[in-house]
């Protein structure tokens, strides 16, 4: 069975604060997504990162596939209250998504 | 363009019943996928499905179906309801198979067993 796992499981932060959270499995994915979803609401894709090796950012979000494409990082610069959420990675393998079990971000004013 | 659409947005049934959800996806999408998700085991793939067909299925008992219309739509049905059924139902749609292009949620339907 493949696993993707993402840590921490829970992370509560002060405004203004840095944090990278981590979506590690031992198998190779051809690209892998990363979502947030906030209460009430489906998971809004933010990016989709496909070569290894590769860095995207998007405003205060750096997302980094790891070389062998196996894991990625997920690192927020001076977090803000509006990045609370629920994180999840999710990896394309063989055509077929697999999904970690998320962070739950909380950034406290 | 309007988002995906999810009916109902809330539902209670009693153990034993059967339920179905509707899902209509963004306009020109052509792959649905449903999900589970609850605190315990978090996001579960159901099913997805292109072109009416049923491309991927995750690893639920076969209460569980779904079906998607020529105009893409799909609804998913539980049959005998147990209390472990009490969750949070996503569905998402995309251009074509889920795993290479954007998946678009929607707000989900709560369904809660008693």
């Known amino acids: 069975t493949q696993l993707l796992e993402q840590s921490p499981q829970f992370l509560s932060i002060q405004e203004g604060e840095n944090l990278t959270v981590y979506c590690n499995s031992s198998s190779v994915f051809s690209s892998l997504q990363w979502y947030r979803q906030e209460p009430g609401e489906g998971p809004v894709l933010l990016v989709t990162v496909v070569t290894g090796g590769e860095v995207k950012k998007l405003k205060r979000l750096t997302f980094q596939f790891g070389d062998a494409r196996k894991d990625s990082s997920l690192h927020i610069t001076a977090a803000q209250p509006g990045d609370t959420g629920l994180y999840l990675c999710?990896?394309?393998?063989?055509?077929?998504?697999?999904w970690g079990a998320g962070t739950k971000l909380i950034i406290k004013p | 363009k309007a988002g995906v659409t999810q009916t109902p947005r809330y539902l209670i049934k009693t153990r034993g019943q059967q339920v179905t959800l509707s899902c209509s996806p963004i306009s020109g999408h052509r792959s649905v996928s449903w999900y589970q998700q609850t605190p315990g085991q978090g996001l579960q793939f159901l099913f997805e499905?292109?072109?009416?067909?049923?491309?991927n299925k995750g690893n639920f008992p076969g209460r569980f179906s779904g079906r998607q219309f020529s105009n893409s739509r799909s609804e998913m049905n539980v049959s005998t309801l147990e209390l472990g059924d009490s969750a949070l139902y996503l569905c998402?749609?995309?251009?074509?198979?889920?795993?290479?292009?954007?998946?678009?949620f929607g707000p989900g339907t709560r369904l809660t067993v008693t």
């Open positions: 998402a749609s995309s251009l074509s198979l889920a795993a290479t292009y954007e998946q678009y």
């Open positions: 999710a990896g394309d393998s063989n055509y077929q998504l697999i």
């Open positions: 499905y292109f072109s009416e067909t049923q491309r």
